[in-house]
């Protein structure tokens, strides 16, 4: 039987954890692909604190300045995690979806948000309050070296960002940016406009707008109302420089280091 109001999916009758060799009660699954990582004793652990919220467009997760209450694992639709640059528009750091964590900061040790969080594509999340999270994070090694290893693979992207943004062509960099945004999303569908896309990787939207215009009439990427489709991967990724491969390894590298102590207050 689904309960659809638990955030559990929890399998009641159906299941019989000591047939399957587990130590704790089924609980569920998750479609976030960083919890489906976790073993079922901790994805079972992580499970039982969380919610599930649906994320509805426009909606902030969190913002520049303000307490992070609370930390979520999407697991359908997508984010924006942006900054300022002066008085212009924010700019986009990160487009995050059913693969991702939003709520970094916390894994750091920090309580308060650098940056703002925005919904850009409904959807649905996995929420955690920001202290039960610190709490597992404390009692289980195995999701602390996963949360771990995603703030590395955030760090990685960021610095890989910086360095194709000041070396790479505008084409290229688009070409990454769609492979990125649709590793992220779990979608060939990447739902953002033009302008979007322009904000995030800093240019001019005609620019963006007849580079898009060029892979249309190659066939690589469709249009559609609601955004850009991926046609064609591999010639995709034929057409971007290499740091879409260096940002989608770091994101699917498993962790293998022992985790560090962070001291959680
Ligand atoms: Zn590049």
């Known amino acids: 039987m689904e309960h659809s109001s638990s955030p559990l999916r929890l399998i009641e009758n159906e299941f019989n954890p000591k047939r399957l060799g587990l130590d704790e009660p089924f609980c569920g699954t998750s479609r976030n692909e960083l919890v489906s990582r976790l073993s079922a004793s ?5 499970l039982k604190s969380c919610e599930t919220v649906p994320l509805n467009k426009g909606q902030i997760l969190y913002d520049r300045g303000t307490p992070l209450r609370h930390a979520y694992f999407i697991e359908s639709g997508g984010c924006s995690v942006t900054t300022r640059a002066g008085d212009c528009l924010p700019v986009e750091i990160h487009t995050l979806g059913m693969k991702d964590f939003v709520g970094v900061p916390l894994v750091l040790g920090m309580h308060v948000s650098p940056h703002r969080c925005s919904v850009r594509v409904p959807g649905q999340a996995l929420r955690i309050q920001s202290d039960q999270l610190i709490s597992l994070i404390k009692k289980d090694v195995e999701l602390e070296k996963m949360l771990l290893g995603y703030v590395q693979a955030i760090l990685i992207h960021s610095s ?17 940016w769609l492979l990125v945004a649709s590793d992220r999303l779990g979608s060939r569908e990447v739902p953002f406009t033009h302008s979007y896309i322009a904000n995030a990787l800093a240019v001019r939207r005609a620019g963006v707008t007849v580079a898009l215009g060029s892979m249309m009439r190659d066939g690589v990427i469709g249009c559609r109302r609601a955004g850009i489709v991926v046609m064609d991967e591999a010639r995709l990724k034929a057409m971007s420089c290499d740091c879409q491969g260096i940002i989608l390894s770091a994101h699917n590298r498993p962790c293998a280091v022992p985790p560090l102590r962070i001291a959680y207050s």
């Open 160 to 176: 890989q960002l910086s360095a194709c943004n000041s070396r790479h062509t505008l084409h290229q960099r688009l070409a990454r």
């Open 42 to 46: 901790s994805q079972c652990r992580l």
